[in-house]
């Protein structure tokens, strides 16, 4: 099955009271939680989950972004992907 969720906020919401075995997130999102608040959420709440977490992003070319990403062990994908890019992601995080 897959959740969709439309803010920062719905996705905590879900991720709190589901099980996921990958969680795909963008690390730019609008409002408040963004893919940096979300992962620190995750790592509180479902540590467990840490590791399945895969970042989207189009913005390699900030330094916050690339300290973000190099200091985290998580795949992470480029905009703009393919659809195999993302399952082959996904495929990578699913099987450990």
Do not use: C, Q, W
């Not at 897959?2 to 009271?17: F, P, Q």
Request: net charge neutral.
């Amino acid at each position: 099955m897959v959740d969709i969720a439309s803010s920062g906020t719905r996705a905590i919401e879900l991720i709190k009271n589901n099980h996921y075995d990958v969680i795909v997130t963008d690390i730019k999102m609008p409002g408040k939680i963004d893919g940096r608040v979300l992962y620190e959420v995750i790592k509180i709440e479902k540590p467990d989950l840490i590791n399945k977490i895969i970042f989207i992003t189009g913005d390699i070319v900030s330094n916050d972004t690339k300290e973000f990403l190099n200091d985290k062990s998580n795949l992470y994908i480029l905009k703009p992907f393919t659809i195999d890019k993302l399952l082959n992601t996904v495929v990578k995080v699913f099987n450990g």
